[in-house]
């Protein structure tokens, strides 16, 4: 897939362009690949009014928290860690389709105290345009903090921050496509710090064993993974399936199974009409 150079270049001039007009700003900061792109344009243009911030949470895997912190020193740009209690709010554990609301809100609670403690007006976070007709209620979340989407509000697709991302020379321009280890989970299955910790054990497991994009989702005492389909092969080798399941058999789950769809995100929203239609 191409993309147009020229129409890209013009989109990141704009969000360089816009992002100085803040002045000073606090950029919720993963450290996925959109984020991290929003962090290193925010301190091309504005260096220490910029301050990336990312949330101290179960739900964020702890190598990817390292990742972002490896990350902000590789660039050079001011990075804090927060913490956030998502899972101290009963309507976040009961995991219903409003979830992602719920983490967002706390998120962007945090970060308005942040910001007002140090004098900071604008707070910025790393949706993008391909983001906006997707499922996700974190974005009501920010439309009601005032949170700015400056890539979003550019026009840039993820196809082309990644590839912003490699002009740049940022090591995140390849990085897999990530999200909260909550979203492994159903709507209507309770999500708890156990239950994502033994998630992301299972996802580290997969990671040494040499894949790169791929989901566990959690189904009680089944784990289902899905495995991008370009890596599906490896995955099917008898060998390879007995590793598999030695791993997440370790970890409680009772049977183990390989979701022949491959990897999809949002797989988890199929369900979404019909807890609509309720």
Same mark, same amino acid.
């Given at each position: 897939?191409?993309?147009?150079?020229?129409?890209?270049?013009?989109?990141?001039?704009?969000?360089?362009?816009?992002?100085?007009?803040?002045?000073?700003?606090?950029?919720?900061?993963?450290?996925?690949?959109?984020?991290?792109?929003?962090?290193?344009?925010?301190?091309?243009?504005?260096?220490?009014?910029?301050?990336?911030?990312?949330?101290?949470?179960?739900?964020?895997?702890?190598?990817?928290?390292?990742?972002?912190?490896?990350?902000?020193?590789?660039?050079?740009?001011?990075?804090?860690?927060?913490?956030?209690?998502?899972?101290?709010?009963?309507?976040?554990?009961?995991?219903?389709?409003?979830?992602?609301?719920?983490?967002?809100d706390e998120l962007f609670q945090q970060l308005e105290a942040l910001a007002r403690e140090r004098g900071i007006e604008h707070i910025v976070y790393g949706v993008n !345009?391909?983001? /906006?007709?997707?499922?996700? +209620?974190?974005?009501?979340? &920010?439309?009601?903090?005032? =949170? #700015?989407?400056?890539? @979003?509000?550019?026009?840039?697709?993820?196809?082309?921050?990644?590839?912003?991302?490699?002009?740049?020379?940022?090591?995140?321009?390849?990085?897999?496509? !990530?999200?909260? /280890?909550?979203?492994?989970? +159903?709507?209507?299955?309770? &999500?708890?710090?156990?239950? =994502? #910790?033994?998630?992301? @054990?299972?996802?580290?497991?997969?990671?040494?064993?040499?894949?790169?994009?791929?989901?566990?989702?959690?189904?009680?005492?089944?784990?289902?993974?899905?495995?991008?389909?370009?890596?599906?092969?490896?995955?099917?080798?008898?060998?390879?399936?007995?590793?598999?399941?030695?791993?997440?058999?370790?970890?409680?789950?009772?049977?183990?199974?390989?979701?022949?769809?491959?990897?999809?995100?949002?797989?988890?929203?199929?369900?979404?009409?019909?807890?609509?239609?309720?």
């Amino acid at each position: 897939m191409g993309i147009n150079l020229a129409q890209a270049a013009s989109k990141e001039q704009e969000l360089l362009s816009h992002l100085a007009d803040l002045k000073r700003v606090i950029v919720a900061y993963s450290g996925g690949a959109d984020s991290a792109y929003l962090a290193w344009a925010a301190y091309k243009v504005l260096q220490s009014d910029a301050l990336a911030v990312t949330a101290d949470s179960a739900s964020l895997p702890e190598s990817h928290k390292q990742d972002a912190a490896a990350f902000a020193r590789e660039v050079g740009f001011r990075h804090e860690v927060i913490v956030t209690r998502e899972f101290d709010n009963p309507d976040y554990v009961k995991n219903g389709p409003d979830r992602c609301f719920h983490c967002k809100d706390e998120l962007f609670q945090q970060l308005e105290a942040l910001a007002r403690e140090r004098g900071i007006e604008h707070i910025v976070y790393g949706v993008n !345009a391909d983001d /906006l007709g997707d499922y996700r +209620p974190g974005q009501n979340a &920010a439309r009601l903090h005032q =949170v #700015k989407a400056p890539l @979003a509000d550019a026009g840039l697709t993820k196809f082309e921050i990644r590839e912003l991302s490699r002009r740049a020379g940022l090591s995140t321009w390849d990085r897999p496509a !990530a999200a909260c /280890l909550s979203s492994r989970i +159903p709507y209507g299955t309770p &999500a708890t710090p156990r239950t =994502v #910790k033994t998630i992301e @054990a299972g996802e580290e497991a997969m990671k040494s064993l040499g894949f790169r994009q791929f989901r566990v989702r959690f189904h009680g005492d089944i784990a289902r993974i899905e495995i991008a389909r370009e890596e599906m092969p490896r995955a099917m080798t008898m060998e390879m399936a007995a590793q598999i399941t030695g791993i997440f058999k370790k970890l409680g789950f009772l049977y183990v199974a390989l979701d022949l769809e491959g990897y999809r995100q949002g797989s988890l929203n199929a369900v979404l009409p019909v807890l609509n239609s309720r």
